[in-house]
């Protein structure tokens, strides 16, 4: 009743729908929460330094009010009723891969994109471009398609994408075009070509089952796609009209040629096997750069340039900067590692000596998009996951939560050096968290923070 007295003063405003709003939140979150026993208070990373989910039966919080009904949704549900409107100049049937349409329609929906780019939705589209050029070009001696079809065919992918509730913008976002489905230009664009100049068993061996806590350190299949598109690349003299842009040249076709060995791994692999390994390889890439955007911190310098212990203006000053940053995107737990790194790294430059993590309270969540306001920060995993879907809940993601993790605060005011696979990286961690954190939750404070 307090409530609702509460409200009714706000009748008529803005407030009173912002009001309303957090209190059907606070009612209907449902969230997983998975903690390691007691016993097991500190868990040493794996040797490839990514952290690992912790298995544990789930309890779900809070209890629903009302037994007996429903749970209402999260979010809409994925439309059913669009009919996608396919330029008719792609022949292809998009049900040989419903699977990974599905999965990318998911990982890519139309709100959660922005949020979960970087991570989920960017490599998972780009790995549904290398299986549909596998399977587009099966039943030819091509690997690649012809610039007029893959024009055709790209829109329908992006519509079929769009009619399962993805977003219509991902290409842009992904930096994705049709000519990522031609070859562009590697000399090698037929099948027997390349079969003839490539070790092609030796990279199926490599590429068909990738170990994802040991491809990005102790990589397997990323040198051998790297070897197959450096034969393919240079089995022709390669002519550049500019001398001076030779190397960009090389480069670009050797980008180029990367794509054909996508397409001729995707002909080889189950669509579901193929999907997983071009996840992995992705992972490998996205976390070893920090995605977040920086500038100066030149008012934090300013309050902790002399501090030596924790002071009111200098962490006021630092939690306001990071609270800027944290309203991009989610991130990583790897991610994390590295955007703290690099901060502090910018701080160390400006005079800051001091580590003002730890005088601060910083912890590797407070870099990630935050869940319920504040305190609750969701680093993803660093391996490959998938956005989740379901009609009682809605969307939700798999958050790695490393409570009590201090951000790293760097030795040097230099990152050249830094690699999440030296031994120094492989500390023991505090327990973790994992919890599945509802779309409803991340969506309100993104837009109200």
Not at 52 to 60: A, G, H, K, L, N
Not at 63 to 80: A, D, V
Not at 103 to 118: E, M, R, Y
Not at 272 to 278: G, H, I, P, Q, R
Request: hydrophobic share 40%; with cysteine; charged share 15%.
């Amino acid at each position: 009743m307090n409530c609702i007295k509460a409200a009714t003063l706000f009748k008529g405003s803005f407030c009173l729908y912002i009001f309303l709003l957090a209190i059907w939140i606070t009612k209907f979150l449902n969230v997983t929460a998975e903690k390691l026993p007691p016993a097991s208070q500190f868990v040493s990373l794996p040797s490839s330094g990514i952290f690992q989910p912790i298995e544990i039966s789930p309890s779900v919080l809070p209890t629903y009010p009302f037994p007996g009904k429903n749970l209402p949704p999260m979010y809409p549900s994925i439309p059913k009723t669009y009919k996608p409107v396919l330029t008719g100049r792609c022949p292809f049937n998009f049900s040989s891969i419903s699977n990974i349409m599905d999965k990318t329609a998911s990982d890519c929906s139309q709100l959660i994109a922005p949020l979960v780019g970087n991570v989920i939705c960017c490599p998972q589209f780009g790995s549904s471009l290398h299986i549909f050029q596998g399977h587009y070009t099966k039943d030819s001696d091509s690997l690649v398609l012809q610039n007029t079809t893959a024009d055709d065919c790209f829109l329908d992918i992006v519509e079929v994408l769009a009619s399962r509730g993805a977003n219509s913008s991902v290409p842009a976002m992904c930096s994705f075009k049709s000519s990522n489905l031609t070859g562009g230009s590697c000399p090698v664009k037929d099948i027997n070509t390349f079969e003839k100049t490539v070790n092609s068993s030796k990279l199926l061996d490599a590429c068909s089952i990738i170990d994802p806590l040991k491809e990005c350190c102790r990589s397997v299949c990323q040198p051998a796609i790297m070897e197959a598109a450096f034969k393919i690349s240079s089995s022709q003299s390669l002519v550049s009209e500019n001398t001076d842009t030779g190397l960009s040249t090389h480069m670009d076709v050797l980008n180029d040629c990367k794509g054909v060995v996508y397409s001729w791994l995707s002909r080889k692999l189950p669509s579901e096997a193929a999907d997983s390994s071009f996840r992995i390889l992705s992972a490998c890439k996205v976390n070893k750069v920090c995605p977040l955007e920086f500038k100066q911190p030149v008012e934090v310098i300013k309050a902790c340039r002399n501090v030596s212990a924790s002071g009111p203006s200098c962490c006021s000053s630092l939690n306001s900067y990071i609270g800027g940053v944290q309203r991009q995107m989610l991130i990583t737990n790897r991610q994390a590692i590295l955007c703290a790194s690099f901060l502090g790294s910018m701080l160390r430059k400006g005079g800051v000596l001091t580590d003002i993590y730890e005088l601060c309270d910083v912890d590797l969540k407070d870099f990630s998009l935050q869940a319920y306001g504040e305190n609750e920060g969701c680093l993803l995993r660093s391996l490959p996951a998938d956005v989740v879907y379901d009609n009682s809940s809605g969307f939700s993601f798999t958050c790695d939560l490393s409570d009590n993790i201090a951000a790293p605060w760097p030795s040097s005011s230099s990152m050249t050096s830094f690699s999440l696979c030296a031994p120094e990286m492989f500390t023991a961690l505090h327990y973790q968290n994992q919890r599945r954190i509802p779309w409803a939750a991340m969506g309100f404070f993104w837009i109200f923070l």
